[in-house]
């Protein structure tokens, strides 16, 4: 079992953009990993506390084959100085790759969490 991390940045709290780039995320780190969903046991999302509009769990069950993942929202740590409407995974997959071939997807504003990341 791996984690695989990852990051996106909305400009509004706003049900449809929320949705839209949970989606976004969770689509590139299936492809870039290569993953169906039967490989996920359980997604983690945190969003930071100006993102209300709707739960990143909900935007993800409404996509194809994850109405069987095991899904959990939390509310990010509200830091001074940080990074605003971010919401962030965390997949717990299953796959015999290496740590070190995982790709951590970081997109939009999202990037600068990990500028280590190329």
Not at 16 to 24: F, G, I, P
Not at 56 to 70: H, I, N, T, Y
Not at 72 to 80: G, N, R, T
Not at 92 to 109: A, F
């Amino acid at each position: 079992m791996r984690g695989i991390r990852g990051a996106i940045t909305v400009e509004k709290n706003d049900s449809t953009e929320v949705c839209n780039a949970v989606q976004e995320m969770l689509k590139e780190i299936m492809s870039k990993n290569e993953l169906a969903t039967s490989d996920i046991g359980a997604a983690i999302f945190s969003a930071t506390n100006d993102i209300n509009a709707i739960f990143p769990a909900a935007a993800a069950r409404k996509m194809e084959g994850w109405d069987l993942v095991p899904l959990f929202d939390a509310q990010q740590l509200e830091i001074e100085g940080s990074i605003t409407k971010c919401v962030r995974v965390l997949l717990l997959v299953d796959t015999d790759k290496p740590q070190k071939e995982i790709k951590h997807i970081y997109l939009r504003r999202a990037k600068m969490l990990r500028p280590d990341i190329k």
